[in-house]
């Protein structure tokens, strides 16, 4: 019997499942509420992944540009 549907990624086997609940107050979270509601069906996954990728290319938690910027001056001097 033939397999119905999408073949099976190979990536699969090795994927990170992260199962996440958050909850969003009105007033609070309305940016975010929004972000959500405006996300078209089937995308929510991708939507969020981008949103993270976004977020993680600014800067590193808890060190100002100013750190980083001395830290640098320190390595070339």
């Known amino acids: 019997m033939s397999r119905r549907g999408r073949p099976k990624s190979v990536k699969a086997a090795h994927a ?6 958050m909850r969003l107050y009105p ?13 078209p069906k089937g995308l929510l996954a991708a ?5 993270l990728r976004d ?4 800067d590193a938690p808890g ?5 980083l910027l001395s830290l640098l001056d320190d390595l070339v001097d």
Do not use: W
Not at 30 to 35: E, P, R
Not at 47 to 51: G, P, Y
């Open 16 to 21: 990170r499942v992260l199962h996440v609940k």
């Open 27 to 39: 007033g609070d979270d309305d940016d975010l509420i929004a972000f959500v509601e405006g996300i």
């Open 47 to 51: 939507s969020i992944k981008r949103a």
């Open 55 to 58: 977020g993680v290319q600014g």
């Open 63 to 67: 060190v100002r540009n100013e750190e």
